[in-house]
């Protein structure tokens, strides 16, 4: 459990809250490239740790993210016109470039002086991985890209996708490293090839019985490991996975791409998911691409629309089809005779439990777990561990002490690996699956 105000230090991540100071000293995913795929290609509204954003790009390719409102009547820039190397708005034109100066104010004859004087918000942005990413901390602490071995491979060895979740963003990261539901939540019949195919069903060899856990802290967040029994005596199916500050994972599976996810904060009751498929040494086959497109897995089913928020700004997202307004599409037929929920999808699965868990007094259920309620146990380590971590290093840059982790790119260089090993326990088994030199893990 966390008491109340830790569990408001945890999830809270707007302008000046200590989360929200700890997440902009990290550059964060802000939408995928595709979403902006050409100069002066329409723009998108953004809420990252609840700002209202607009991005664009301009005419000479480059990518602007800035303050969604002129700074003239307030207007909404994303009305505007994104033209000649910069976003114009529609009420009485005037213009800003990617850095966010105003480069024009025709409805005024001497408009020259005052355009120095109007420049807006505007924040750096980055391209890598098909993924644009944001930083929105001070300029003298501009941190390294993490080095993400997805970030740095050929687009055809890579699929992002990215969705909206009805949740804080802390709720989503922690299901991500509760390893202990998955053999529960996602099971389902293995034979039942129109459902996702349970954990169990990539290793039919697998003795039945809880795993063991094992978590080893690093200086990039930590490392944690399950081993089961195989049914061969002094064997066993070890999956390894990373949880890396302050959001993000890497997930290991044994025929199907490398994965993770990273929890970016829209606002205190809402985050983007990001979803990274990839294969290291090979193209996404078609038959892997239409599996992706299905739904089964990550990304849930989707579409591309806007979302209004509750205060009324629209953000341009990706939806899920099953959502808390549908129930999911929960099937009790399906419940009983096919899988564990009745709902299709892993992740869908997923947002209907995390997207409705008992919230703080005076939020909506599902927004903002109420953790001062929670009855952990030991198989919920990963879960008490990350929010040590997270917590301590918000208190330190409180302190003055800023995150060594920003500056370290090189950092978040590392692998998940699942396998089949002799080694009982996990230092010696990581040893023998670093498969780069370049690459930690
Ligand atoms: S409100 Fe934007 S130019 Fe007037
Ligand atoms: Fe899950």
Known sequence: MLSREDNERLCRVGPGTPMGNLF????????????????DSAPKRLRILGEDLVAFRDSGGRVGIVDAYCPHKQAQLFWGRNEECGLRCAYHGWKFAIDGSCVDIPNLADGENLKRKMAITAYPAREAGQVIWIYMGPKDKQPELPAFEWTELPDDQVNVSRWLQCSNWA??????????????????????????????????????????????????????????????PDEYFWRVTQWLI?????????????????????????????????NGDRPFTDDELTSLGRGMYFPPRLSQGAHKLPDGYVIDTFLPTAHGGNDYLIDRDLQRDANFTGIFGTNEQDRAIQESQRAIPGVPHGRIVDRSRERLIPTDVPVITARKILLDLAKALEDGIEPPQAARGDLYRVRAVAAVTGHAELDPFLSDFVDRKDRRI
């Open 171 to 232: 709720q989503g990261m922690e299901g991500e490293i509760d390893s202990s539901h998955i053999a529960f939540l996602h099971a389902a019949k293995r034979e039942d090839l129109k459902l996702p195919r349970p954990f169990s069903a990539y290793m039919p060899d697998i003795a039945d019985g809880p795993p063991e856990f094992t978590l080893n802290e690093t200086d990039y967040g930590f490392v944690y490991g399950t081993r089961r029994r195989m049914k061969s």
């Open 24 to 39: 902009r000293r990290f550059w964060l995913p802000a939408l995928l490239s595709s979403e902006i795929p050409i100069p």
């Open 246 to 278: 302050p959001m993000y994972s890497l997930i290991a599976n044994q025929d199907y791409p490398r994965a993770g996810r990273a929890w970016v904060p829209v606002d205190d009751e809402h985050v983007t998911t990001f979803s990274y498929m990839f």
